[in-house]
């Protein structure tokens, strides 16, 4: 029973069957080949986008942090919600890539930014002259991670106060599929047409073995960003492998079908909880439960070896009822569910 992550779960069949075929023959390396071309068509279909400029990674903190660097100097203020993984889980990349890029964290309700308070901090960066750095983007996550989702609107609103302050808006969207599926939307509404300048598209947390791709949807602003790739290590020697999973994903729309079962799994699960008695912290809008459980319920599911994540973090151990983050798959099994269900409701007369 592990509900710690999606990345827990493994690489979709189609995924591993795309790098066996791909494996066959010889091409030329370092993504001139047809099948990076193939995905990076695909990509551009996906997002109406046909001048995107698209390039593949195989994490999703090298996305991040090679756009934070590329869009920020060093000297530059990075605007992102306090919980932000750029912010809370990847050791300083951002910081590091960027030479001293400086994260400026707002609060907001379930993982979302609130328009007014960006337009302020932004207002007193912009004030804050040498001694603070230069404002110089905005990023948000989609979905966030509280698992609340931004709807188009939403970013729009982000992102108007960003452009009208002169800085690039940047999406990480390592659930990016799972917010789709959740919203039903186009792609391309919920990030370029709602003024999303750079995306970093997940992959590896929706049925890829390691893949991401960096989309810059305004070309000029990937000036350079081929040469940052290959100096942090991500331009790779067999870059069709990392191609591979992604067009597998792009295919016949099986990106939003892994994800709508990841968010179905999700919903089922969220039902249980609630009939154990739990207490939801934020709305369950993709593929991540956020939800305070009975002291006694957690106690029996950790006893039976289910695996999950205290919220925020260990500290919140001993509390009663126990904050928790439980997180599924595009493949996490109905009876895994269904097991956890049954140990956070014994004993409760649910």
């Not at 990847?90 to 930014?113: D, H, N, S, V, Y």
């Not at 110089?136 to 609103?157: D, F, H, K, R």
Request: proline residues 4%.
């Amino acid at each position: 029973m592990n509900f710690a992550s999606d990345n827990a779960y493994g690489a979709h069949p189609a995924v591993l069957q795309a790098l066996i075929d791909c494996n066959e023959g010889a091409v030329m390396g370092y993504g001139a080949d047809p099948v990076s071309a193939r995905a990076t068509a695909a990509i551009r279909d996906i997002f109406e986008a046909p001048d995107a400029e698209v390039h593949f990674v195989a994490t999703g903190t090298a996305a991040n942090a090679l756009v934070c660097a590329q869009l920020s100097p060093g000297f530059g203020r990075i605007y992102c919600h306090e919980d932000a993984h750029i912010e809370t889980s990847e050791c300083g990349a951002p910081e590091f890539f960027t030479g001293g890029g400086k994260l400026i964290t707002l609060a907001g309700a379930m993982g979302k930014l609130n328009a007014g308070h960006l337009q302020e901090a932004l207002r007193i960066g912009a004030a804050e002259g040498w001694n603070g750095g230069r404002n110089a983007m905005l990023s948000i996550t989609n979905s966030t991670e509280w698992g609340t989702v931004y709807t188009p609107q939403e970013v729009a609103a982000l992102s108007r106060i960003s452009h009208d302050a002169g800085l690039p808006v940047h999406m990480d969207g390592a659930r990016f599929a799972n917010a789709i599926a959740s919203l039903g939307c186009r792609p391309a509404d919920l990030t370029w047409r709602a003024g999303v300048d750079v995306l970093c598209f997940g992959g590896t947390k929706n049925g890829a073995m390691g893949a991401e791709a960096v989309i810059f949807f305004d070309p000029e602003l990937a000036e350079g960003f081929a040469y940052r790739r290959k100096q942090s290590g991500h331009v790779f020697s067999k870059q069709r492998f990392l191609a591979a999973q992604m067009l597998a994903l792009c295919e016949n729309g099986l990106w939003t079908q892994l994800a709508l079962q990841a968010n179905a799994a999700a919903t089922r699960l969220a039902e249980g909880v609630a009939r154990a008695g739990g207490h939801f912290l934020a709305p369950v809008q993709s593929n991540a439960i956020f939800a305070a459980i009975p002291l006694a319920a957690h106690q029996r599911a950790v006893a039976a070896g289910a695996k999950y994540h205290l919220w925020p973090d260990a500290s919140a151990d001993g509390s009663d009822p126990v904050p928790v983050r439980l997180v599924t798959s595009w493949n996490t099994p109905d009876c895994q569910i269904d097991a956890l269900v049954d140990l956070l409701c014994q004993g409760d007369g649910a």
